[in-house]
Nanobody, 115 residues
Framework: QVQLVESGGGLVQPGDSLRLSCAASGSIFSINAMGWYRQAPGQQRELVAWISSGGSTNYADSVKGRFTISRDNGKNTVYLQMNSLKFEDTAVYYC?????????WGQGTQVTVSS
């Protein structure tokens, strides 16, 4: 049974930072690349960043230089450090396997950037 639990979102101002966490069930975590995805109102879900099982990272152009994805295989957790947040970063953020997400998605964590 896949379990993905995202946390760490909130209401912040432009330029602020947040750190998101995603706890994943142990049997799936360490061998899979994991990604952070986001879905803004009225928009399709998009990939924000992904990290391989070995720690290689890739980012969408829109967040490159501002966001950092990392993972702790011992804690079955993947993180997303988000700096210099912009209005357009407002979305529900999810984690899932990359590049083939599981059918199961967690509840996500809401990030709202507003002045």
């Amino acid at each position: 049974q896949v379990q993905l639990v995202e946390s760490g979102g909130g209401l912040v101002q432009p330029g602020d930072s947040l750190r998101l966490s995603c706890a994943a069930s142990g049997s799936i975590f360490s061998i899979n690349a994991m990604g952070w995805y986001r879905q803004a109102p009225g928009q399709q879900r998009e990939l924000v960043a992904w990290i391989s099982s070995g720690g290689s990272t890739n980012y969408a152009d829109s967040v490159k230089g501002r966001f950092t994805i990392s993972r702790d295989n011992g804690k079955n957790t993947v993180y997303l450090q988000m700096n210099s947040l912009k209005f357009e970063d407002t979305a529900v953020y999810y984690c899932n396997r990359y590049p083939r997400p599981f059918n199961y998605w967690g509840q996500g964590t809401q990030v709202t950037v507003s002045s």
